[in-house]
């Protein structure tokens, strides 16, 4: 079986998407919310494995400078095949003149690390459930 990279949503499993992000312990949504924000980003990534959607990613943008990335995911199964590292690379090839930022679930700030992103040290979020991203170890 070949593995496809796409780059719409056309076809696109909304179910899945959620239930991916879901899995892997992200923020998870109603299957049509994410539709809408993955057809509003400027980026969008899909890897399937024959059929099967085995994970993706998005960023939205300016198009001129500024980007940030969402919705890294991987199905479980797969996690250190390097799906995740084919998703980010092919996001920061398609903006190559932007800034990037992100905030990673506590725990995977290394992986991004040896993709080239840095900690910022005065990163700031207005998060509309404060507490909740707090006891996920988001903020202080």
Avoid at 82 to 105: D, M, V
């Amino acid at each position: 079986m070949e593995t496809v990279m796409k780059f719409d949503c056309l076809g696109v499993d909304w179910n899945i998407v959620s239930q991916t992000l879901r899995q892997v312990g992200m923020a998870c949504y109603e299957p049509d919310l994410h539709r809408r924000a993955f057809e509003n980003s400027l980026v969008t990534v899909f890897i399937y494995h024959g059929d099967q959607m085995i994970g993706f990613g998005r960023a939205i943008s300016d198009g001129a400078y500024q980007a940030a990335i969402y919705d890294v995911a991987v199905v479980p199964e797969l996690h250190g095949q390097g799906i995740g590292t084919t998703i980010i690379r092919n996001i920061l090839t398609r903006l190559p003149q932007c800034n990037f930022i992100l905030y990673a679930a506590p725990g995977k700030e290394d992986f991004y690390k040896k993709l080239g992103l840095r900690k910022m040290k005065t990163g700031m979020a207005f998060f509309r459930k404060a507490d909740e991203m707090a006891k996920k170890g988001f903020t202080e």
